[in-house]
């Protein structure tokens, strides 16, 4: 004769596995963060990128946004959760009312068009964005600010910005004082390693400085008025060149991707 009482024990506890097994497979399905980013084709720096992400979070995705053809970055766009704006080429001085500094520049007005049309993309679905050198002055740019084309003969400082060997080039930045960046770092001065010969001439007004050079030249930025705006850090440094215990590379990662986990979980 069965044991009824045996027979609905059992069956509650396959119900119950069944049931916790799905839910463990809906929570953890989109775990999984995707970033948005582009890249100077064949350059090492693109290594460089991916291998600082990795070495924090070995699970994230990375869309390579020029390697899409251009009908298809707004659906690869989509299912991302952020979108990092990294180092290369100049931007072209006519987005920023400059063509007459073109003769300072080295440009990929293709990458440019790109990016806008990401970043706009990005904006407007409120994802978090992280801007990197290049990506840096393209986000000033982007909000209304506008750049020096070649610090050495429109800016002049005493400040290496750019040396022959790029990973060896370093110099201090400073906060000033306390603000979110060196809250988040917990220091008000470090040093960073650099690689530029532009700057931000004009910082759009949309924004506001978190760190200058000895020179008073603007070196990392968010929103001036947070409130509205989606998560924004910017830094003219290239953290993924850095020792991640170093706190202006590894609490700027670290940070980012908390953000784009929270807008996975809020549009997921």
């Known amino acids: ?148 084309a070649d610090l050495p003969a429109q800016f002049g400082s005493l400040v290496q910005h750019r040396c022959e060997d790029p990973l060896s080039c370093e110099h201090l930045v400073s906060t000033g004082g306390e603000n979110y960046l060196s809250q988040l770092t917990g220091k008000q001065a470090g040093r960073v390693t650099s690689n530029h010969h532009q700057g931000i001439r004009d910082l759009s007004s949309k924004l506001v400085s978190l760190a200058c050079s000895g020179d008073n030249l603007t070196e990392a930025f968010t929103w001036a008025d947070p409130e509205s705006e989606p998560f924004m850090l910017a830094v003219q440094w290239h953290p993924e060149r850095m020792d991640s215990l170093n706190t202006y590379s590894g609490e700027l990662l670290r940070e980012f991707l908390s953000k784009m986990k929270d807008f996975s979980q809020m549009t997921k």
């Not at 049309?117 to 000033?140: E, H, V």
Request: hydrophobic letters at 40%.
């Open 1 to 148: 004769m069965r044991n009824s009482s045996g027979y609905s024990f059992t069956r509650f506890i396959l119900l119950f596995l069944t049931f916790f097994i799905m839910i463990n497979s809906c929570t953890t399905k989109n775990t999984r963060l995707k970033l948005a980013a582009s890249f100077i084709n064949g350059n090492p720096e693109e290594s460089n990128y991916i291998k600082w992400v990795h070495q924090m979070d070995s699970t994230v995705e990375i869309i390579v946004l020029n390697q899409i053809p251009a009908d298809q970055v707004e659906q690869a766009l989509s299912s991302c959760d952020g979108l990092m704006l990294t180092g290369g080429d100049d931007i072209h001085p006519d987005r920023y009312g400059r063509p007459e500094d073109t003769v300072f520049c080295t440009m990929n007005p293709g990458r440019d068009t790109l990016e806008y049309m990401a970043l706009k993309l990005a904006y407007d679905k409120k994802m978090p964005l992280l801007g990197i050198c290049r990506g840096f002055q393209l986000l000033n740019v982007y909000f209304g600010g506008s750049l020096y």
